[in-house]
């Protein structure tokens, strides 16, 4: 079985992000940069799933700039086989993304697609689901639990109400949530190995996709200051307070 | 090898984030036990950790100086405890092999050395013997083609983890000097062979040292480390492994001075007196700015020795000044965090006063103080007489 799994590059989560001073977006200039944890967790499932000899091939994916290369790089140390890096400049959203993604699994033609729920930059949640939906395979989405049964996929979802099992027949789309497992370190010796696994470079272009943003962003802002909390002396005065000036009840 | 600068970077990045994460939150349950989880020894096996300087051939990563000086600053960033366990291996437990090994003891022991389920031990010290090589006791007779070792040694670092040991000891009964003495690699498990009881150390807690004892102890002449051509030869074979492991030493001082640093920093930040962070008060601020001189000095002679030395130049003089400074350094660095953690830095909760136990070790083996001050001063004066 041959599984696909997309990374992305996104800010480092140690990284206190900062809007750039002409509002268009976050600072990224000198900024660390790593691999999305639900992409880790997505990669680790993939490598999980070879170790235990149910698959046999894992092809990374990343989308974007050159440097996603180093993304690729990671998921190359932790398991994975080989990696395609979309490279373009382009401001990628969900959806063309997704393209992108559609036509590498037309041309790779994978078993079982394994990507993390969200990015922790934008958080849209939208890539797996518009991928699913391109294809017109079954997805699980927020996966805290996978099983490969005969020709159909076990999926364990974290939902509002607990927890929910979807049997998925067929080819399918999984999206990672965190509790699926937890990402190996990739070990030394495998980081140095990983320069030598292949890296494929294509464009949007190659793939037959126009990766033109379809939404617009006016401005980015930092989050409002947050004031100060006071003290109330009585019930009588939080209720007060509460009514006529937080006026929310 | 020389790595690609965004191979290195990698590299650099999971060990911090496996230190960071993994292991800082170990600490004071390390100390406390006096022992490292099986699954974290474990962890740092799965990483690598414990083959940066063997060769790639048998399973190391083959760093040069200067990549294995900047992963040390990382493993300086916790408790030394972890470094020693893994810090034989990577030096004086392994490099003998390396350096001046046979082809059969290189690819006997390394694999298993890099890949730490062996742990190799270097005995060098003994209970009448430390710097001065000439007072060895340690004796290795003929026998056949056998030699019987005999003696004790002292103060081994993880020889009760060891599976290995780097023996000393005089082949030449007559010698009374260096020259006499020979390095043999000793399985840790023939008869003859028996560990005293664990030292208790003032800091390191988690790493272990004790004696290691040798009654009628029979090697072939193949354990001589390089062969029977390298009889004799043994503390030549020592000098050329210390440069390594003097800059390695060096490295992870000045990771640990770092990290003191970074802790005295958050806490003069939210320690308040007289109503502001003890940060804003001067005398707070020339104990920061002393350690971060000092600790960046420190930084800049390692990477420049480790530099040079990947080039092939000598550095003994240098890699001694590395170590003298560097160790000296993270002495004071400590002595401040103490002092600007005030009471805080006293108690055990903060770790502080862990750290200035841990690092009082730095100044005293692989070399004291005073025996680099020795190599440094007989090396320039041995120079300034080819003027």
Partial sequence: MKVLVAVKRVVDYNVKVRVKSDKSGVELANVKM??????????????????????????????????????????????????????????????????????????????????????????????????????????????????????????TR?????????????????????????????????????????????????????????????????PAVRQAGVKVGSVAELVEKLKNEAKVI | MALDPETLSQLLDTVRRFVDNRLRPLEAKVAEDDAIPAEVVQDMRDMGLFGMSIPEAYGGLGLAMSEEVQIAFLLGRTSPAFRSLMGTNNGIGSQGIVIDGTDEQKSHYLPRLASGELIGSFCLTEPGSGSDAGSLRTSARRNGDDFLINGTKRYITNAPEAGVFTVFARTNPDSRDASGVSAFVVDANLPGISLGPNDHKMGQKGAHTCDVIFDNVRVPVSAIIGGEARLHQGFKTAMKVLDRGRLHIGSVCVGVAERLIEDSLRYSLEREQFGKPIGEFQLIQAMLADSKAEAYAARCMVEETARRKDQGIDVSTEAACCKMYAS??????????????????????????????????????????????????RNMLKDARTW
């Fill in chain 1, 34 to 155: 790593s691999m999305n944890p639900f992409d880790e967790i997505a990669v680790e499932e993939a490598v999980r799933l070879k170790e235990a000899g149910k698959v046999s091939e894992i092809v990374v994916v990343s989308m974007g700039v050159a440097g996603c290369q180093e993304t690729i790089r990671t998921a190359l140390a932790m398991g994975g086989d080989r990696g395609v890096l979309v490279q373009t400049d382009a401001d990628l959203q969900p959806l063309a993304v997704a393209k992108c993604l559609k036509a590498l699994v037309d041309k790779e033609s994978p078993d079982l697609v394994i990507v993390g729920k969200q990015a922790i930059d934008d958080d849209s949640n939208q890539t797996g689901q518009m991928l699913a939906a391109l294809l017109g395979w079954p997805q699980g989405t927020f996966a805290s639990k996978v099983e490969l049964g005969d020709g159909v996929v076990n999926v």
């Fill in chain 2, 328 to 377: 000296e350094m993270v002495g004071r660095v400590a002595d401040r965090a103490v002092q600007i953690h005030g009471g805080a830095g006293y108690i055990a909760d903060y770790g502080i006063e862990r750290f200035y136990r841990d690092v009082r070790l730095f100044r005293i083996y692989e070399g004291t103080t005073q025996i680099q001050q020795l190599v440094i001063a």
């Fill in chain 1, 158 to 222: 974290e939902i509002d109400g607990g927890l929910e099992t979807v049997a998925l027949k067929g080819k399918a789309v999984v999206t990672t949530d965190l509790r699926l497992n937890t990402p190996r370190y990739a070990s030394l010796p495998n980081i140095m190995k990983a320069k030598k696994k292949p890296i494929e470079t294509v464009s949007p272009a190659d793939l037959g996709v126009d990766p033109a943003p379809r939404l617009k962003t006016l401005s980015v802002e930092e």
